[in-house]
């Protein structure tokens, strides 16, 4: 069974930096992609970043260009969301996001407020 599992979140100040990590299981090798997303609540679940199977691809929303990296350890099962020059918009709760098969794994979020 697969299981996704998010960490890092938590409360910066704008201009702030945090690193979101998302630790898959289940999956035999790496053949599958992972993609993170944003919500707040009354919005619809946001695409934030992209990266393919063997790390090659990446893909971002326009808003994170610049400012967050996506990246995975194969090693590790496990994806990365670097983002940097936080401010309050970036307020949401985080998913990731893996699909491999057409079969499409969540994990449980989680919250990045910023504030000062």
């Known amino acids: 069974q697969v299981h996704l599992v998010e960490s890092g979140g938590g409360l910066v100040q704008p201009g702030g930096s945090l690193r979101l990590s998302c630790a898959a299981s289940?999956?035999?090798?790496?053949?599958?992609?992972m993609s993170w997303y944003r919500q707040v609540p009354g919005k619809e679940r946001e695409f934030v970043a992209f990266?393919?199977?063997?790390?090659?691809?990446?893909s971002y929303k326009a808003f994170a260009k610049g400012r967050f990296t996506i990246s995975r350890d194969m090693a590790k099962n496990t994806a990365y969301l670097q983002m940097n020059n936080l401010n309050p918009e970036d307020t949401a709760v985080y998913y990731c996001?893996?699909?491999?098969?057409?079969?499409?794994?969540w994990g449980q979020g989680t919250q990045v407020t910023v504030s000062s």
């Open positions: 996001k893996a699909v491999r098969d057409n079969n499409a794994y």
């Open positions: 289940g999956f035999t090798d790496s053949n599958y992609v």
């Open positions: 990266i393919s199977g063997d790390g090659g691809t990446t």
